[in-house]
């Protein structure tokens, strides 16, 4: 069974700096493209950031690049996403996603067939 575990989400204040990591189990994970995505509330999944399986290509959403940062453990079947300088329009439920791809980093959200549950990020003072 496929099972991706999102952690490290809850309520920051602005400015700080979070990093949320996903636990994949039931899949071959040094053989996936994986990627952040984020909804907030009245507002489409948007792709946040993605990291090819080898780690040697990253995708970062443009307005927010210089902000966050993916990274992968192969050897631990987990991924990260740091996060700086934090705004309320951060608030959102952040998903983790896996796409079964070597070739490429994945940018539409039908590329990805592995979702986690979520975790909850609220910025607020």
């Known amino acids: 069974q496929v099972q991706l575990l999102e952690s490290g989400g809850g309520l920051v204040q602005p400015g700080d700096s979070l990093r949320l990591s996903c636990a994949a189990s039931?899949?071959?994970?040094?053989?996936?493209?994986m990627g952040w995505f984020r909804q907030a509330p009245g507002k489409e999944h948007e792709l946040v950031a993605a990291?090819?399986?080898?780690?040697?290509?990253?995708y970062y959403q443009r307005s927010i690049k210089h902000r966050v940062a993916i990274s992968r453990d192969n050897a631990k079947s987990t991924v990260y996403l740091q996060m700086h300088g934090l705004t309320p329009d951060d608030t959102a439920v952040y998903y983790c996603?896996?796409?079964?791809?070597?070739?490429?980093?994945?940018?539409?959200?039908?590329?990805?067939?592995?979702w986690g549950q979520g975790t909850q990020v609220t910025v607020s003072s």
């Open positions: 996603a896996g796409a079964a791809t070597t070739l490429s980093v994945p940018r539409s959200e039908n590329e990805y067939t592995a």
């Open positions: 039931g899949l071959p994970f040094s053989s996936y493209a």
């Open positions: 990291i090819s399986y080898h780690s040697s290509v990253t």
